[in-house]
């Protein structure tokens, strides 16, 4: 069992940063694979970054080079570090994790309950 719950949303000016984190507890943490999934009002909801139980990383096309995805496996704390932040990343923002997590996985294990980006132009 996993429990999540992120924090570090908020409203920015298009260019500006922010940074999200996501506070994992449950004696599974270490074997899980973690991610961050965003939707939008009236869009699906996607697949932004996942980290692997090694580190391993992807991204989505939209987000790379401009956010980061990392984790502190001592304090079991996910990490997004959000550059260059445009309109359309605002969006309801996820933590997720699961024992095996793509960027287009549906069905997954465990979310958190989101935080709000807003980003203005």
């Known amino acids: 069992q996993v429990q999540l719950e992120e924090s570090g949303g908020g409203s920015v000016q298009a260019g500006g940063s922010l940074t999200l984190s996501c506070k994992a507890s449950?004696?599974?943490?270490?074997?899980?694979?973690m991610g961050w999934f965003r939707q939008a009002p009236g869009k699906e909801r996607e697949g932004v970054a996942v980290?692997?139980?090694?580190?391993?990383?992807s991204y989505a096309e939209s987000v790379k080079n401009r956010f980061t995805i990392s984790k502190d496996d001592a304090k079991q704390i996910l990490y997004l570090s959000m550059h260059s932040l445009k309109p359309e990343d605002t969006a309801m923002y996820y933590c997720?994790?699961?024992?095996?997590?793509?960027?287009?996985?549906?069905?997954?294990?465990?979310w958190g309950q989101g935080t709000q980006v807003t980003v203005s132009s």
């Open positions: 980290i692997e139980s090694d580190g391993r990383t």
């Open positions: 449950g004696y599974m943490y270490s074997y899980y694979h």
């Open positions: 997720a994790a699961d024992f095996r997590l793509s960027l287009t996985k549906t069905q997954i294990d465990y």
